[in-house]
Structure formats: C-alpha cells, structure tokens
C-alpha cells in the first residue's frame, strides 16, 4: 500500500479530474455489460479494440513522470470511457451530439494550442456527422442523400483528424492533447462501429453507399499517399508520426470503402494495429532519447514492424485490403501497392526517432512488439472474437 | 402546430444568431438559452416526445446559467469585426432553407430548419472564434442544433452535452497552456 | 520419413536459435558451437529422410491460417534441392564464419524460416515467408553495418509486396493460391510477371547492380553472405513454382525468351562489372550475378534439361556463397577459390553453367544466340578472375583456411560426381516440374549416371575427366606449397576507397589496372543521377499554384481550408 501511495504521490490533480476517470471506468463498465439494455449496445470489434485500448493507456501512465501519473491515469480513464460511449450508443446522431463535449474535454487538458484551435477538429467532425445523418433519413430529392452521405464520410475523416482535416502539430504537445487523442484513440472506435451503423437496416441506397464508398476510397488513397509521402520526407519527427498514422488510417478507410468483408476485415485489423501498436510506439517516441548509439537489434526489428511487413500486424492488414481491391478492381491494388513499397523508407525513420530504448522503454517496446506479433500471426482469432 | 414550430425555429435562429455575434457572458447565457428555448419548442410541436423537449431546453438552461460564471464580464454584442458574423447569420438561413426544401410545409420540416440553422451557424462561429468562452457557448449551441434532429436520444444527449460544457471553465488560461 | 524431412529441419534451426541467443544472455559465447551443428545436422536428417522416405512428395494442411494465409507446407524434389542447397551454404558458412551469440542466433532463424518458406503450400504463405526472411536478413544486414541496407531494404520489400499481389491476384481469380490446387488457367501472363519481377528482385538476376553485389562489396561479409545464401534459390524456388503452377510451361510462349535473354543480359552485365571491378571484393561480388543469369537462362527455356541445368547451376550457386567469404583476399589460393567461383573446371559451377550453355544451344536458334552471350560472358568473368590477381585488396582477410578446404571441396566432389548429381537431384526435379509431355518438341532429359553427364548434343564424363582435373590441381598445389617459402609471396598493396583507379600490386609508376573492355555506359547511372539532382526550375519562373501552401494549409488545421474541401467535395456529389 505504501508503495501504490508513493506511486502515486502528489500533486494530486483536481476532484473533478479524478471524479470524470471514475466516470469514465464507471462508462466503460457499463458498456461492456450493455447496462441499461436497448441504449448502450457495443458490438463485438469494439470490444476486442476496447481491450487492446487499455494497454495504450496503461503505457502511457507507465511512461508518465512520477508526479503526473494519477493525472495520466484519470485522463486515460476518460478516453476510455468516452470511446466506450461512442461505440456503444446506438443512435449515429447521438454519437455526433457526443462528440461535442468529448471533443471540449480533450481539448481543455492543457497544452501548447489553444482551446478552439483545438476542439475545431471534432467539432467539425461532430456537424458533418450529424447533418449528414439527418440528411440520410430525412425525406427529399436524391441529392439531398447523396449530401448526408458525402456528410457522414467526411464527419469520420474529420474525427480522424485525417487528410483533409489535418489538425495541426506541435513539437512538445502533450500526447493528450495532441492529434494522438483522436488519431490514434478515440477514431478508431467510431471507425469500426460506423459500418455496422450504417447497415443496419439497410439504411443506404445504393446511390448514397457509392457516395460513401467513393469517399473513403478516394481519400483512403489521398491518406495513404499523404502519409508515405509525408512521413518520409517532412522536416518534423512530429508530423513524421502523424503522417506514418495516416498510413493505417488510409488501408482502414479503403477497406470501409470498399464495403467487401475483406476490407472490413483489414480495418478492423488495421484499426487495433492503430491503438495496440502505433500509438504506444508514438508515445515511447516521445520519451526515447535521441538515437546516437549503434542500432540494437530491437530498435532494428521495429524498422520491419514499422514498414508493415510479415510477421507483424501491418501483413495481414496488406494482404485483406489488397484482396478487397483486386476482388473489386484490379487498378484500385496499385496505389496500395505503391504506399506498401513507401512505407519502407519512412520505417527507417522512425525507428531511429524511437532510439535504443532502455529499462521500462525497453519493456513497453517488448510488449508492443509482443502485441504486434500476435496481430501479425493470428489475426484469424480476432477477427473470430470481433465476429468479422 | 406548423405555426409552434416556425416560431421556435425562429427563435431558435435568434438565440444562435445573438449567440454568434455576443463576446461577452451574458449575451453568451441569453443566446444559448433563447436557442434552447426555440429549439425544444420545435422539437415539441414537431411531434417528439415532449419530455424530451423538456429535457433539452433544461440542459440548455443550465449550460447557460453555467457560462454566466465565468469569461468576460457584460454583453458584448456587436462588436467590431462582427459584420461578417451578422452576414453568416443571413446567409446560414437561407442555406438551411436550400437544405430542407419542400419539407418546410410540414412541422418537422420546419424544426428541422431551425436545427440545421443553429447547427451550421454555431459550427462557423466555433471554426473562427479563439477565445474560450465564446468557443464553449458555440460547442453547448451545436450540441443543441444537432440533438435537435433526432429523436428522444438525441435530445437527451444533447441536454446532457449541453449541461457538460457549461462545467467547463471559460476563462481564458495564460501562457501556453491554454 | 518425409514429414521428418519437411519438419525437422527448420526445428533444428529454430531450436538452435533460441539456444544461442539464450546462451548468449548467460554471457556463454556458444553460438556457433549450437548453430553450426544444428545446420550440418539439419542437412543430413533432410537428406537422410527424403532419400529413407523413397522420395515420396508430401504435403501437409493445417486447418487454422497464418497471417491470414492458409498455413500448409510440402515437401517434394524440388523443394529437397533447394533446401539442401541453402543448407549447405548455411551449415558452411555457420562453421567458419565467426559470429556472436546474437547474430548466429538470428542467421539461425533466418535459415530456419528460410527453409519455411521454401517448403510453404500456398504463394500467400510464401509472401509471408519471404517478407519475414527480408526483415530478418535487413535486421542481420543494419546490425552489422549501415552501408548498403536502404537498397537492399527496398528491393526486398518490392519483391515480397509483387508477391503478395500475385498472391492474391490468384485467390481471386483461381479461387486459391494454394500451389496444388489452383486452375491452370488462372495463372495468366500478369501474374506471371509479378511473380517473376519477384523472384527476380529476390535473387537479384537483373542486369544492374542489385543487392546482392552490394552486401558483398560491404566491410563485415558475414550478414551478406547470410542474405545471399538463403535469399537468392528462394528467388529462384518462385520461378521454379510457376512451372508447377503451369503444369510445366509458363503462360505465354513469349515468357521464355524474355527471361532466357533477361539472364543472358544478367550474365553479361555482371561479367562486364566484375572486369572493371577496381578491388578483389569488388569482382568477388559479381560471382553470383553472373551464375544467376546463367542459372535464369537455363530455367526460362522451358525445357526439361533447362530445368535440370538451372538446379544444379544453383546448387553450384549456393555452395559459392558459402565458400567466397571464407576466401581470403589475396594470394594464390584465392585466386584458384575466385576460378571456382566463377566457373573454372572442374567445379559444380562449371558443370552447372555448361549444362545450361548447352540446354540453350539445344532449345533453339534465338535461345543458342543467348547461350553464345552466356558463354561470352563466362569467358569475361574468368579473365576477370585473372585480372584480379593484379588487384589491390581492400583490407588484409584472412579467411577460413579449412573453411575453403571444405567449401572447395563440396563443389569439386560436386563437380566431380555431376552425372550422379544430376540423376539423383537434377532429374527428378526436371521431370516433376517440366514433363517432356508438356512441350511440343521431346527433348531428352539430363542422363548419365554417376560417372558422366549425357545430353542430347552428346556426352562427357564428368567423373573420369572432372576427377582427373581435379587431382592433378591438387597434386600441383601441394607441389606449390611445399615450394613456396614464407615471404616471397607478393605482398597485396592495400587500397583506399572503393571507386579509385586500381594501383596494380607491382606498380612503380601511376600504372591503372585497367578494366578489359571499357563499357561506354559505366558511369551512366551516376551520371544521370547528378544530373537529376542538378536539376532546378528557373528563378524567373512563377506559378499560379503554390503547392506549397496549399500543403502548410492543409497540415496547419486551417478552417477556410476544410470549408474550401468540404464545399467541393458536396458541389461534386450533389451533381
């Protein structure tokens, strides 16, 4: 007991912030059980991505100084919560109507930017979502539907903060405030509950499911693109890693496009590579020191991790995304193949920002590589307990 | 009832228009309230539940009363710099009309107007504003827009979102950390 | 048997890996002494199995997948050959090359998943495989030194990503990818070209300068041999696997003059580089270019005895990367170590590469043209050999003495015993993959048995004159070496960076070695690329469209930004 005290020693953060992480675990409880029935209804990927979620938060209060720890607990306590929330209610407008405050309190944690410069993001996620939401159901002429589509596919881009609506990056941003929070997740949750949204009860014409598809085709490409590009060659290690998300975001929303069970597949797989993989890969790039020894075998294994290539998670990711986009049309394959070929030279990157890390680095790293191991050999047993 | 719902949608485009053109608390508080009030009467002529309606301009109430406590003190409405936000306010109408088209005949078409207004209307005033307590008032009136165009769970949500940003502090923090 | 053949092997290598690396913590520094029996012991189990097995072909299913690929492994001749091939090099270069605890654990795994991948079912599993074996070869590569791994990093990574779309182009189309079970039909020209761009990638039998000459020409061999031993017959395996998956012939007649003139080309360009190489390591590095363009000659032919001759060219391959790094740099051993490499008789190499000079000369008109190139070729790469012996070496390396006595002993009994090779090994492989009833015209096998090799041009007794070659070179270097008195043997002058002009050992003056033939185009990639990077738009110039800032607006969260995006994107859709 004394030594949890002494873990967590003061400065104690504010009532309020401890009293929204007891929220947030009290949200995810209830999510998990589905309490009360019929309103919070979290379908089965969400639970497996809840479930990788933990282990990013739990990294991220293991790599928080000493004093901030509680802090970094509640926080993380609230992201899980609200992700729990997104994905379980059942109401898409809901979740817009959500996003709002989710989105004010992420940006209110202190950090470089300022409160509106952040929260414009999930903000606009939020309208775009909703409107287009009611666009959908709401009667009128076949533009209109095709506009609520357009709407709803954006409104997910947006709160990726993917391209097009890339939120700003700055060095030093605290990983709570910055492009991490929604990046790399709390979108995920709402990436792969909107699919089953959106079918469920048929609720797209074929009209609007073209409009959906071809937007996240289309700027799954842009993203992929953005983001092999960018990360290779832009002059900031920050972006560096924004853009190496975009990346995974880009097969994701490319494999929701394509409306095929394979690409859903690769989604979601993509996804939990998202949250179990990149993002404590992000945060451990942050605290690593700066890489001036002799690469350690470690650090080499991450540049394969990092490129996506077998046996980590980024290869069956490749493999079902590549499969949905032949199965449809054969072309769609070959900027998925350029970006595959891409991501080996921003790999090498990255893994050089990430250093040669040491002690409790080390461990976190092992256990990321450990995580990505298991995505990469068996992804046939979580797509079993995500039911796709 | 149409005549219910026109009202509120009206009043609801009021309360959003205020809201977008105020710096200051109190003109913050009043239009966040009169949004609400517009909004929930529209969603209750239009045939939602109406305690769900209730529920809805309760929360905007109380995430009004809650701005009063903090940012900057009085109304602060019209200040200069404003015109282009007065022009917004025009011109968002006539794109919610554009939007809702024939449905204005009927009752939840026209709320649905009022919605979409005070939606697009607080998303354009939250994209531009930078200071704390004008961003929070906007956030609390898109939450409200958007519940407004669903049902009883989004108008719920929306009472309750509306509730949560007003426990946010809207003074503006110094230094980097704000 | 077989199943222990397929099985046990890459357990060996596996278990072996884990015991280094294990022992390496505890501060043991046993790894050689784990990896290097495990390899030796590997290739006899392997050997001893599938001949005790009756040579019975074997494949296994397992009912769960492995990264998404259906999990299944084979064992039949042509996969015994390639493994044992790569098993010898390992178990060779295990012995006599020195490593750390560390790198022979994971040279370890690199053979054990290597051998894997050899023996997968399925081309998605194989994609897999090949992946893996790359990320663990740039690991071995980056860790030993940075030189050189950005390339290598992205060919191999091209190569598994072809692959892996060919993979799934065959799924999709052919319902499966599994080798025994997809339609002949489905395996079209495309496909076939992803495949051979890959396999092609992976062994580096392109007429550039690929990977495999550049881990070579690298200070530390270790991780590159590795890398080439292991990765250049599975390149090899993937066009191997297309006869089987065409049910002997590749789709598309155009195919094996394509490739048969890409391996004349192959062959050429790196007999060209190796005689203007400026240092011994320089011209050591072509050695397997130039046997893989040989080797890609004989098997794109098409032919049963093409087939045959590409096996046993790649077993001479394979038993080359493991005998040259254990070469040292100068000296008249190594210059006779060089001959072998390069196909001096009587060696496998040499059997391996006349059998496939011969198999193109037998094919037809066009592809006898391709062999006369390949010999040509061979010819430029034993005057090579020659001039090399005038070459500076880069830095004074030892070598493996009993390493090169081992290594160049495999390849002259090899070469030697060819006829038994080629009945026992090559043949078979020939006639499971290229039936003679799948070509139009019958053209023999590969025959002989163990004392001489017989083709349809007529026969020569590798035995009784490779045998004899082989006794009077070894009788004449004893004779040398008991001669020979320590110090009169010419000192090598060491050389500074790789690229100056090469000082010949005995020069008094500024005499260049230079190169035999001066290829007009031997700069031409270093050219361009300097004129590439001098390229510049004109100060005067002005554009209307500042990517630029469209690119800052875009990273920098700007609302007019968004609404620009949003407002066309709805123009588009609402039309």
Known sequence: MTALRAWFRDPRPGWWLL??????????????????????????????????????????????????????????????????????????LAVAVLLV???????????????????????????????????????????????????????????????PYLQEVEDGEPAETSYLAWTGFLAPALALVLPFRLLQGHLLTPDEGMVVGAVLVGLGALNLAWGAVGAWRTASLAEAWRDSFLVDWGFALIGLGLFERDGLAAAYLAMLAVLGVRTPLALLARTAPAAGTSPRPLALVLVVLLAGAAP????????????????????????????????????????????????????????????????????????????? | MEAAAA???????????????????????????????????????????????????????????????????????????????????????????????????????????????????????????????????????????????????????????????????????????? | MSLAAMLVPPALLAAAAILSWSLGHTGVGAGRVVCAPAAWLAAGVEAVAWWWGGRVPLELSLPFGLAGAPLGVKLDSSIFALQMITLLALALLFTFQPRDPGRAAL?????????GTLAASSLSLTAFGLSVCSGLVWTALAWDERTEVGATWGALSLAWV???????????????????????????????????????????????????????????????????????????????????????????????????????????????????????????????????????LGLALGTPLGVAAAVLSLGGLGLVAGLVPLLPEGGLVASLGDALAFGAPPALVFGGWLLCVQA???????????????????????????????????AARSGSPVGLAVGAGLLLAAGVGLGGLASLVAAPVASDLAPPGSHGAAVSYLGGGAVGVTVPSGSWPAGALGGAVAIVGVVLLAIVGLLRRPGREPIRPLSGVEGEPARARRSVSALEVKPLIEPPWRDLRDRLATRLRGLRVPSQYRSLVRPNAVAAAATRGRPWFWALVTLALALVVTR
Do not use: K, N
């Not at chain 1, 350029?338 to 790293?365: N, V």
């Not at chain 2, 004008?134 to 009883?152: F, K, M, Q, T, Y």
């Not at chain 3, 191997?240 to 007649?253: H, I, N, V």
């Open chain 1, 19 to 92: 009293l929204a992480g007891a929220a947030g675990a009290a949200m995810t409880l209830l999510c998990l059980l589905g309490r009360p029935p019929g309103t919070l209804l979290l379908p089965p990927p969400s639970r497996v991505l809840l479930a990788f979620s933990a282990p990013a938060v739990a990294l991220m209060v293991w790599l928080a100084p000493r004093g901030d720890r509680l802090e970094r607990l509640c926080a993380g306590l609230v992201g899980l919560g609200s992700q729990a929330v997104l994905a379980s209610v059942p109401d898409l």
């Open chain 1, 101 to 163: 405050p989710v989105g004010f309190a992420v940006a209110a944690r202190p950090g470089r930017r300022s409160l509106s410069a952040r929260v414009r993001g999930p903000a606009l996620a939020a309208a775009l979502l909703g409107l287009g939401w009611a666009l959908l159901r709401s009667p009128g002429p076949a533009w209109l539907g095709r506009l609520g589509a357009l709407g709803v596919a954006l409104g997910l881009v947006a709160v990726g903060g993917l391209v």
């Open chain 1, 312 to 388: 980590f998670s980024g290869f069956p990711v490749r493999l079902l995304v590549l499969r949905a986009a032949t199965e449809l049309a054969w072309p769609l394959a070959i900027p998925l193949l350029m970006a595959m070929a891409l991501a080996a030279a921003h790999a090498l990157r990255l893994a050089r920002a990430l250093g040669s890390p040491r002690g409790r680095d080390a461990i976190g790293l092992a256990v990321v590589l450990a995580v990505s191991l298991v995505l990469g050999l068996v992804p046939g047993i979580l797509r079993g307990l995500g039911g796709i």
């Open chain 2, 7 to 178: 009202a509120g949608a009206v009043l609801a485009w009021l309360g959003v228009s205020l809201l977008s053109l105020a710096d200051a608390r109190r003109g913050l508080a009043l239009g966040l309230v009169t949004t609400a009030l517009g909004l929930a009467l529209a969603a209750a002529a239009s045939g939602r539940q109406p305690s769900a309606a209730a529920a809805l301009a309760a929360g905007g109430a109380a995430g009004s009363l809650l701005r009063l406590r903090d940012g900057e003190p009085g109304w602060g409405l019209m200040r200069p710099g404003s015109t282009p936000r007065l022009v917004a306010a025009l011109l968002v109408f006539l794109a919610a009309v554009l939007l809702v088209g024939a449905g204005l005949g009927v009752p939840t078409g026209v709320a649905r107007l009022g919605a979409i207004a005070v939606a697009l209307l607080a998303l354009l005033r939250l994209l531009t504003v930078e200071r704390r307590s004008p961003a929070l008032g906007s956030g609390a009136a898109l939450a409200l827009g958007l519940g407004a165009l669903g049902g009883g769970t989004g108008l719920m949500a929306a009472a309750v979102a509306a509730v949560a940003l007003g426990t946010l502090s809207g003074a503006e923090a110094p230094g980097p950390g704000r």
């Open chain 3, 107 to 115: 040279a370890s795994l690199v053979g054990g998943v290597a051998l």
């Open chain 3, 162 to 296: 072809l692959l892996l779309w060919a993979a799934v182009v065959l799924e999709v189309v052919g319902g499966t990818s599994v080798y025994s079970a997809v339609p002949v039909t489905a395996l079209q020209a495309p496909v076939f070209l992803l495949l051979a761009a890959a396999a092609l990638l992976c062994a580096g039998a392109l007429p550039w300068r690929t990977w495999v000459s550049l881990v070579w020409r690298r200070a530390r061999p270790a991780s590159g041999s590795l890398a080439v031993a292991v990765l250049v017959p599975l390149g090899f395996s993937l066009l191997l696997r297309a006869y089987a998956l065409g049910a002997g012939q590749w789709p598309g007649g155009w195919l094996h003059p394509l490739l048969a003139g890409l391996g004349a080309a192959t062959a050429l360009a790196a007999a060209g580089r190796a005689q203007a190489a400026g240092s011994v390591r320089a011209v050591r590095a072509e050695a397997v270019p130039l046997g893989a363009g040989l080797t890609l």
């Open chain 3, 360 to 394: 193109a000369l037998e094919a037809g008109p066009v592809t006898g043209l391709m062999g006369l190139v390949g010999v040509f070729a061979w010819s430029v790469g034993l005057a090579a050999v020659a001039r090399a012996t005038w070459l500076p070496a880069p």
